[in-house]
């Protein structure tokens, strides 16, 4: 009896173990479909990533692409200059195109419509010499004109000179020893530095108008002093103090008066047209001491 219970019990077990073998492969069969269709869905989503980054980069390439082959297109062909196209009038004729206004150069040295500037400056007994000029004109800077100033014994030889704006003043240095010449007036400051004899001139262009004063960082006693004229309008004093200046043009004018060792005098007038304008300037001296360079008082050389 017993036998016959185990055997029925050892039948029915191995009737249902293919049942469960079979159900256990269907539970992963559709696990391995559902993980299949996520891959797939993964690998869409990254074709999409990549073909959008594809077009992104080609539609950049497109657009530096225009941008290099427009600059190499002006660079080889520049756009002609715009013609200015003329104007018609009420009678139907074409405008001329309007002149320009006239550079203050043109203003300064070929003025048509000019007058005459005379007048006496009071210069102090001591004073070698006086200019006057008009100082609110600028005209046309002088080209390859050079002045020399020699140094010699100590000195500038001629410690004194007035140039038209442009020009070139040389330094040569004619002693043994050795100077720097400097100067720190605003707008005309230089230094040349340490030469002597036989060394090469050194030089400097003047193009700012108006007094300069010129000294040797090692020598107190050496001064020049110079006057850059801004134009031709300039005529030296004569000896009894009066000067006549031909040729201004027309309007406000401010009038300079200049000595090397006194201060600048200036006056405001009115030129006309083909009238004479009579004035008076008076020159005082200025105080002499200067320091070197650097601003500092002068130590002792030989």
Not at 63 to 73: A, K, M, N, Q
Not at 164 to 177: A, L
Not at 224 to 232: D, E, Q, T, Y
Request: aromatic share 6%.
């Amino acid at each position: 009896m017993m036998k016959n219970g185990m055997g029925f019990a050892l039948a029915t077990f191995f009737a249902a173990t293919p049942a469960f073998g079979a159900d256990s492969q269907a539970k992963e069969i559709a696990q391995l479909r559902r993980e299949l269709r996520a891959m797939r869905e993964e690998v869409s989503t990254l074709r999409r990533a990549v073909f959008e980054i594809a077009e992104s980069d080609r539609r950049r390439a497109a657009i530096l692409s225009g941008v290099l082959g427009g600059d190499r297109g002006s660079a080889k062909a520049p756009a002609a200059p715009r013609r200015r196209s003329a104007r018609a009038s009420s009678n139907g004729r074409p405008k001329a195109a309007p002149s320009r206004a006239p550079s203050l150069d043109k203003t300064a040295d070929e003025a048509t419509t000019v007058g005459r500037v005379t007048g006496r400056v009071v210069v102090p007994s001591n004073e070698p010499v006086a200019y006057v000029y008009v100082q609110d004109l600028r005209g046309r800077s002088v080209r390859r004109k050079t002045v020399k100033i020699d140094q010699r014994g100590k000195q500038f030889v001629p410690d004194w000179a007035v140039i038209r704006r442009g020009t070139t003043v040389s330094f040569p240095n004619q002693d043994n020893i050795y100077h720097n010449v400097f100067s720190r007036t605003k707008g005309s400051n230089f230094d040349l530095g340490l030469y002597r004899r036989g060394d090469d001139s050194k030089s400097h262009r003047f193009l700012e108008p108006g007094p300069v004063d010129v000294y040797c960082n090692i020598h107190p006693q050496m001064a020049a002093r110079i006057l850059v004229v801004p134009n031709k309008h300039f005529a030296k004093v004569g000896e009894d103090g009066t000067f006549t200046l031909d040729r201004v043009p027309v309007g406000k004018r401010t009038i300079a008066a200049w000595s090397p060792t006194s201060k600048l005098a200036t006056i405001s007038v009115q030129v006309n047209d083909g009238a004479t304008t009579e004035i008076l300037l008076q020159l005082k001296q200025r105080a002499s001491a200067h320091r070197n360079k650097h601003g500092q008082p002068y130590r002792s050389y030989p």
